[in-house]
């Protein structure tokens, strides 16, 4: 497909009243996925779509969808990782296809079975719904999927990470394999190629970004600290930013001391992880949207299924153990074009984890000066971290430089 100087959604095949509810829902220019994979998608050819988190790839494949099966009175399944976003997904597929009459069922756990027993035999046009809840549904025969002529993949490498393939494996050989498949991955394992092989028809690869990309407005920062003195820290650091925050944790205790920690330096926080149920869960992403609270502490099962417009910033309490969350995390931030900034604690023995991190950017990451940290209650003085962990590289370096430089101004002493 030529580029165009100017894109519009106009021109790519999609009809003339969901284009009206585009323009009414304020969608004026699509992002590249969207430019590159509805045409296709409307075709009902099968897509592989690579792309980072923050893309519009929910419209890329939503639109598509949503006008197939008004077209072919037919049904589609959506499959998603977390109860968080396929929540998000189905409030996006509504608002482009509630005046339509769209009927969709979402199976998630965490929810009573009877109400999404009685969605799915009110015959909904889309599913949608995470791999484990679906099974259950197999197993217990109220649910069919042999009228299922689209299948979207969501999120497909986190879903992988997981260990869902057994199930996503048995929910495919329960449909026809006379369907569209769509694909949307951040990234590009060898079990999602073993997946395009065997299920999917010459599919049509669209790939934004490379595998380790980051949103291009996303500044990266990095403080190399004490375990003992990240609390510290992360008061120094919501002291000097006014927005909001989301914190990512290792842990779900991690992500519930930091909430108590945050609290007490009196801002607004909200916890979200798989210790929390789901209307608590929900009512915390809810209040954070809203602007109830300032700070959401979340762990991994989040990073990919909070969809918020304009979080000012991403802290790493804790480094993730898998290097590609990291960049799952901070696509949080810096979203839609969006300018925004990540910031990374790191203790002085995880120099190997930050530089397997990098080697997945293919970029350093800027290690910044400790500011002044708040004196705890007890103790005189804060003891400096040892540089020398992290020997390979120069300390205060921007990733996009060679030269030197000294460190920012970042916190004013």
């Known amino acids: 497909m030529t580029h165009r100087n100017n894109p519009t959604f106009y021109g790519l095949g999609i009809a003339p009243k969901l284009l009206d509810i585009i323009a009414h829902l304020n969608f004026t220019t ?46 589609g399944i959506v499959i998603l990782p977390t109860r968080e976003l396929a929540l998000q997904v189905d ?15 979402v199976l998630i756990g965490g929810m009573a079975m009877r109400p999404q027993v009685q969605a799915v035999a009110r015959r909904p046009h889309i599913i949608i719904g995470t791999p484990g809840r679906i099974i259950d549904h197999l197993e217990q025969k109220t649910l069919l999927l042999d009228r299922i002529s689209i299948l979207v ?15 996503i494996r048995q929910i495919l050989h329960k449909m026809p394999r006379a369907r569209q498949t769509m694909l949307f991955s951040a990234t590009m394992p060898d079990d999602i190629v073993r997946i395009a092989t065997q299920h999917m028809k010459l599919p049509f690869r669209v790939e934004i970004a490379r595998p380790g990309t980051t949103p291009e407005r996303v500044e990266q920062e990095l403080f190399v600290v004490k375990k003992d003195e990240k609390i510290r820290l992360l008061a120094a650091v919501l002291t000097q930013y006014r927005g909001t925050v989301l ?18 330096m009196s801002h607004t926080a909200a916890e979200i992880h798989s210790g929390r149920s789901l209307p608590q869960r929900r009512a915390a992403l809810e209040g954070f949207k809203t602007g109830k609270y300032r700070v959401l ?4 099962i989040a990073s990919r299924g ?82 020398r962990a992290f020997p390979q590289r120069p300390f205060h370096h921007a990733p996009h430089s060679n030269r030197p430089r000294r460190a920012r101004p970042f916190f004013h002493k």
Do not use: C, W
């Not at 592989?48 to 049904?75: E, H, S």
């Not at 409030?91 to 069922?105: D, F, I, Y």
């Not at 990374?344 to 984890?353: M, R």
């Open 30 to 75: 699509p992002t590249p996925i969207q430019e590159k994979a509805i045409p296709v998608a409307i075709e009902g050819k099968d897509i592989i779509g690579i792309a980072q988190t923050g893309t519009g790839k929910t419209l890329a494949f939503g639109v598509p969808m949503i006008q197939r099966i008004a077209q072919a009175k037919t049904q």
């Open 91 to 105: 409030e996006t597929l509504h608002a482009v296809g509630r005046s339509l009459g769209l009927k969709t069922a």
């Open 153 to 167: 993949l969501d999120e497909a490498d986190r879903m992988l990470d997981m260990g869902f393939m057994p199930q």
């Open 247 to 264: 914190i990512f944790s290792r842990t779900k205790h991690g992500a519930t001391k930091i909430t108590r920690a945050v609290r007490d």
């Open 297 to 300: 502490v979340a762990t991994d």
């Open 306 to 387: 909070i969809d918020v417009v304009g979080i000012e910033l991403v802290i790493n309490y804790d480094i993730p153990d898998n290097p590609s969350d990291y960049i799952h995390r901070i696509g949080r931030t810096g979203r839609a074009g969006e300018a925004g900034r990540a910031i990374s604690f790191a203790t002085p023995e995880q120099g190997g984890a930050v530089r397997e991190i990098e080697k997945l950017l293919q970029t350093l990451i800027a290690i910044s000066k400790l500011p002044e940290l708040p004196v705890v209650p007890r103790r005189g003085h804060h003891e400096r971290v040892n540089e």
